[in-house]
């Protein structure tokens, strides 16, 4: 369960909005070569617009602290914008008046690929090869390059990775214990063999498994079929029935599960109504939270080869200033430091984008959550997969969830499935042609 995401699967459609307005605004442009980008020499104010909240907005705001005693000449400018639908409709709002928007912004790729299309953004990679304000490298940056690849808008470094999570396997050690599962599942055959076991023997009173979420498991589904996700994709062919079918007759026979009127899977799995359940690594603090004391979980692997990447990037457009972006990439450079990448995720729950942060003992010695002393292991076990930035992937994404949320309503009432498919079909194809 990640709750930004399922906010900023949202509209998109008004991307299109954006025209030659970005045209005069193409005198910085992200051709720039590394040696020309200048040293902070001078006062210098960097605007950074985000959708962070609660603990994360404390935790952001306390690393620009941070950052600026460190980094005297340079003010970081934090303006929050609400929660993502928020600030999507923010940015896609004022990438009409290009002047108005911020030096950076929190965002998903989808969310800008009419901005990198009409030169809006900057190319990062000469900023990643200069050794003043950069890394001198890529390989220099420690960040792990899948997630630098879900950055990329047709394969252009726009963004640097930042908040971030996983989509595991959550489950509850006593139930298997109890019901006999002596191996936690690593591949969907044996979810579901452990799951039908469990929803026996406890006389069908605790589902077996559940999947909060309903686009990623369709997108990985297919991904680990070997099919990516685009409009090549036939809803109705072989292998998108095969995926449908299993969590169909999961729903009909009861062992599998959906969000529904919880809305979330956290809430059944801690009144231990259900056994285990595909989810966002993020998902940890609301466990904690709803979760009765002594009440027990554990973190592992997802199930199959791939799991989503997911979470926002941050993002320079290409209007300001030469010194301002020199001082606004030495902000994200920080953020995505060993040092600010252990803070980051030890008070928010993310994972670190940076493979030192991800392998320190002081990340992996944090005992608020399990997953840090795990990541590592899972991550050599997941390959992760991001959404990709394809023409009407972001809208088409987003129809994923109400489609199978009908198509296994009717599993669930005994409806007609095979109408609901067509109809999924209809939707998902014109979706994508939209």
Known sequence: MNFGKKLAAIAVAGLALVGTAACSNNSNSSSSSSSKIPKVTKKTTVVFWHGMQGAQEKTLKSLAQDFENKNPKIKIKLEQQGDYDNLQSKITSTLQSPKNLPTI???????????????????????????????????????????LNGAQIKGTQYGIPFNKS????????????????????TTMSEVKKAAQTIYQKSNHKVVGAGFDDLDNYYVLGMKNQGENFSSKIDFTGTKSR???????????????RMPGSDKYLYIPFTNQKLAMFVTSSSTET?????????????????????TMSQGTDIYMFSHASAMQKAAA?????????????????????????????????????????KLPAKLEDILNSNSLY????????SATYSQLTPIMQSILSAAQKNRNVEKAITT????????WKQ
């Open 105 to 147: 912004t929190q965002a998903y790729p989808g969310w800008l690929e009419s901005a990198a299309k009409n030169k809006m953004l900057v190319d990062l990679r000469p900023y990643i090869n200069n050794k003043d304000v950069g890394w001198g490298s890529v390989a220099a940056s420690g960040i792990k390059q899948d997630m």
């Open 166 to 185: 996983i989509e595991v396997l959550i489950y509850n050690p006593k139930m298997f214990k109890e019901y006999g599962i002596a191996k936690v599942p």
């Open 242 to 256: 095969k995926l449908l079918n299993y969590f169909i007759n999961g729903e009909k026979a009861g062992y599998f």
């Open 286 to 306: 609301w466990i904690k939270q709803a979760a009765k004391k002594g009440f027990t979980y554990e973190v592992a692997a997802r199930p199959s080869k791939y």
């Open 329 to 369: 990439f030495k902000f994200m450079k920080y953020l995505s430091s060993k040092d600010g990448q252990i803070k980051w995720a030890k008070e928010t729950g993310y994972i670190p984008v940076n493979e030192t942060a991800t392998k320190s003992d002081d990340y992996k010695a944090n005992k608020d959550f």
């Open 386 to 393: 991001s959404v990709p930035v394809i023409k009407n992937s």
């Open 424 to 431: 999924g079909k209809n939707k998902f194809d014109a979706a």
